[in-house]
């Protein structure tokens, strides 16, 4: 039995780079796309990108959701409440 689909996948990640880089890329193809001065398939083909690259760090996300859970699960805690997000994405204060 080989891994060749899971080295793929890999590969395919690395090359988008980090959540961090994917994630300022998208920022900079949402200020092209809202600017409203793209040629229609310049428009089309960044739209393509940043749904690439929106997948890619839900999929990241998830990941490090999951691993944060089992680590608190190992940790002995009880179970981990989500924490809620104010509007810039900062945790709220109670």
């Given amino acids: 039995m080989t891994n060749k689909p899971k080295r793929q996948r890999k ?21 092209q796309l809202e600017s409203g001065e793209l040629r229609l398939e310049k428009a089309i083909a960044l739209a393509e990108e940043g749904l690439k690259l929106s997948q890619f760090c839900e999929k990241q996300l998830t990941q490090a ?26 945790e709220e204060e109670d």
Avoid: W
């Fill in 65 to 90: 959701e999951g691993k944060i859970e089992q680590l608190v699960e190992r940790m002995g805690a009880v179970g981990a409440e989500p924490m809620e997000m104010g509007a810039e994405g900062e």
């Fill in 11 to 31: 590969q395919r990640d690395e090359s988008m780079g980090s959540f961090e880089k994917a994630l300022a890329r998208l920022e900079e193809i949402a200020e």
